[in-house]
């Protein structure tokens, strides 16, 4: 049990290539793009945008981000002033405070979580409907 093979387990290095962390305390003045997992527990006075489909940003009870967020999936437990795009999912955890319009695929919220804007789904069927335009006659009325 002490002694047991090692190589198929992942190293604690590649395991957390991707992952970057904005710790408590830090102040990021500008907008932050990132590609694997973004972890934000200080704040950033910007747009944070996930590049690739697999982007997931975490926002921890003490975070802050003063800015859009636009990525594919999101977990949200500290405060964002500003719209968020989530177009995959979306979690809402208890302690997230959201001032502004949230667009998302998937919608998770858990009870204690607010949203003080407007809540829209932005899935595949989302896709403006417009009413057929009316037929124009060709043959003259008569009264």
Same mark, same amino acid.
């Given at each position: 049990?002490?002694?047991?093979?090692?190589?198929? @387990? !992942?190293?604690?290095?590649?395991?957390?290539? @991707?992952?970057?962390? %904005?710790?408590? =305390?830090?102040?990021?003045?500008?907008?932050?793009?990132?590609?694997?997992?973004?972890?934000?527990?200080?704040?950033?006075?910007?747009?944070?945008? =996930?590049?690739?489909?697999?982007?997931?940003?975490?926002?921890?009870?003490?975070?802050?981000?003063?800015? @859009?967020?636009?990525? +594919?999936?999101?977990? %949200?437990?500290?405060? /964002?002033? =500003?719209? %968020?795009?989530?177009?995959?999912?979306?979690?809402?955890?208890?302690?997230?405070? /959201?001032?502004?319009? /949230?667009?998302?695929?998937?919608?998770?919220?858990?009870?204690?979580?607010?949203?003080?804007?407007?809540?829209?789904?932005? =899935?595949?069927?989302?896709?403006?409907? @417009?009413? !057929?335009? !009316?037929?124009?006659?060709?043959? +003259? /009325?008569?009264?």
């Amino acid at each position: 049990m002490l002694s047991r093979n090692k190589r198929n @387990e !992942p190293t604690s290095s590649s395991r957390h290539a @991707e992952t970057s962390l %904005i710790s408590q =305390g830090t102040i990021i003045r500008g907008d932050v793009r990132f590609t694997g997992t973004l972890h934000v527990e200080g704040r950033v006075e910007g747009s944070v945008l =996930g590049e690739g489909a697999n982007a997931v940003f975490t926002l921890s009870e003490h975070g802050q981000v003063q800015g @859009e967020v636009r990525v +594919p999936h999101a977990m %949200i437990n500290g405060q /964002v002033t =500003g719209d %968020i795009y989530a177009s995959v999912r979306l979690e809402l955890a208890a302690q997230a405070r /959201v001032t502004g319009d /949230v667009r998302y695929s998937s919608l998770e919220m858990a009870a204690g979580a607010q949203v003080n804007g407007r809540i829209a789904h932005q =899935g595949d069927d989302h896709v403006q409907r @417009e009413l !057929p335009a !009316p037929e124009v006659r060709t043959d +003259p /009325v008569t009264a």
